[in-house]
């Protein structure tokens, strides 16, 4: 006799209740549907499975199907099994149910920053990459394996980010994570160990960023930021501070790159006081008007950790980030990551190893390169038209633009987007508490909305600017 009958089914918790068992049943099932614990469409396990869960006899359970399929709670059809009705939920159930919440409006529009297009996901691409990697894993590539990541990705990353990015990246350097905030996290954490009391940033980032690194017991002086980026002169003058976050190529939001001359500084900084500068370089495929710049961390491979992620060439759901470390770092990085998180999923890891390979992931950059540039060309050319009064900067990158607006109007701005179901982020959103006021203005995600909604996005952020 085989098992395979008890494949079917829900996995299901019933206690009967009452004098018989067939009425406890009954009762039992009619509260769970009642309750909402069983919901419509159902599939309940069959009788003989039940019956063994319950150390009961089948006809019981049987019995009491048939008696409440008539009732109309279940339905009965052949070959479908027995499932919970499509039936209106009793008087009061709504109101009785703690679950209940008010369901909250999605904004229509949305141009937040920090999303690429999530339609443009390469699946078929994706789904071939995954079975070539998939049938040549060894048997051994889905056990316990080293923290730093699967071999095949660190190598493949070492090509890619060698020869688009100009990092200096030796496989045994790098290091797979669960993302940038994972990264950080692991950095956070071996830089108290250090001894480190400060990790500056920049006066325009990421609250997240600022409060993790708060949270490892680290202080976050913000060093200014203006049309050259950082002031990293500044790292001179600050007395504790051991680290440095920063997003040199493309900086965040303001988009400008790290000019060459506060490059240099940074490097020389970190060499002089033995610091660490932790490279942020999230975008830094994504430029447009001329050659993309260099990676930092190619001008001191022992003083940077170098930090990028897939989440927008590809995807923030696949959780993959990296980063490249000093020769020093690696076994201590490799050990916190150990206590923390021991490895990233391997079958998405190999599959970006084979995508890489491939070309895949070339193609789909550059295809993308493409539709971001369109997409920041006629966000430009429709602002110039219609709000000639706004400004718009930090354009020559990445997935969004700065749009400077007249004093005194973001917040009326962003009030009227809500009303028009836009979703979008106000400049001051991403002002370190430590840093001078900044003007009013707006990050637009230009990359976020799919590309059937691009066009309707465009014309309700028209309609709400001065």
């Not at 002002?431 to 691009?454: F, I, K, N, Q």
Request: contains cysteine; proline residues 7%; positive net charge.
């Amino acid at each position: 006799m085989t098992d395979s009958w008890a494949a079917f089914g829900a996995d299901l918790h019933i206690e009967p209740v009452g004098a018989g068992l067939r009425s406890g049943l009954m009762h039992a099932l009619r509260e769970a549907v009642r309750t909402g614990r069983l919901t419509p469409g159902t599939r309940l396990p069959s009788s003989r499975t039940l019956a063994a869960d319950l150390g009961i006899a089948r006809n019981t359970v049987a019995d009491a199907y048939a008696e409440l399929v008539a009732e109309g709670w279940l339905t009965a059809r052949q070959g479908s099994g027995t499932r919970v009705a499509q039936r209106a939920a009793a008087p009061g159930a709504a109101s009785r149910s703690p679950r209940t919440r008010p369901v909250r409006r999605r904004p229509t529009h949305n141009l937040m920053p920090g999303s690429p297009d999530l339609s443009a996901f390469p699946r078929a691409e994706w789904i071939k990459a995954a079975r070539r990697a998939l049938v040549a894993a060894p048997d051994a590539a889905f056990g316990y394996d080293d923290p730093r990541g699967r071999i095949e990705l660190r190598t493949a990353l070492a090509d890619y980010l060698a020869r688009a990015r100009g990092v200096y990246a030796d496989p045994e350097r790098i290091i797979v994570c669960s993302g940038f905030v994972h990264g950080l996290t692991l950095m956070g954490k071996v830089l108290r160990r250090h001894g480190v009391r400060g990790t500056a940033v920049e006066s325009y980032g990421l609250d997240i960023h600022w409060n993790l690194l708060a949270g490892e017991g680290l202080g976050t002086p913000c060093i200014p930021v203006d049309r050259l980026g950082a002031r990293t002169g500044a790292l001179e003058g600050m007395p504790g501070v051991g680290a440095v976050l920063l997003t040199p190529a493309h900086q965040f939001p303001t988009g400008v790159p790290l000019h060459p001359d506060r490059r240099a500084a940074a490097v020389d900084w970190a060499r002089s006081s033995g610091g660490l500068i932790l490279e942020d370089d999230y975008d830094g495929e994504f430029r447009y008007d001329r050659q993309p710049v260099g990676a930092l961390q190619g001008l001191d491979p022992e003083r940077v950790v170098y930090m990028g992620t897939a989440s927008k060439s590809l995807a923030p759901g696949l959780r993959l980030a990296w980063m490249v470390l000093p020769e020093g770092l690696v076994a201590e990085v490799c050990e916190a990551k150990g206590g923390f998180d021991w490895m990233s999923a391997v079958p998405d890891q190999l599959t970006l190893a084979e995508f890489m390979r491939s070309g895949a992931y070339d193609r789909h950059v550059r295809a993308m390169r493409l539709r971001y540039r369109r997409r920041r060309d006629q966000l430009v050319a429709e602002l110039a038209e219609r709000a000639p009064d706004v400004r718009v900067s930090g354009i020559a990158a990445g997935l969004h633009a700065v749009v400077e607006l007249p004093e005194g109007t973001e917040q009326s701005v962003v009030q009227a987007a809500t009303w028009q179901g836009l979703a979008l982020e106000r400049l001051t959103r991403f002002r370190h508490p430590g840093a001078d006021l900044v003007p009013d203005g707006l990050v637009v995600g230009y990359g976020t909305p799919s590309e059937s909604g691009w066009a309707s996005a465009l014309e309700a952020l028209c309609r709400v600017l001065p």
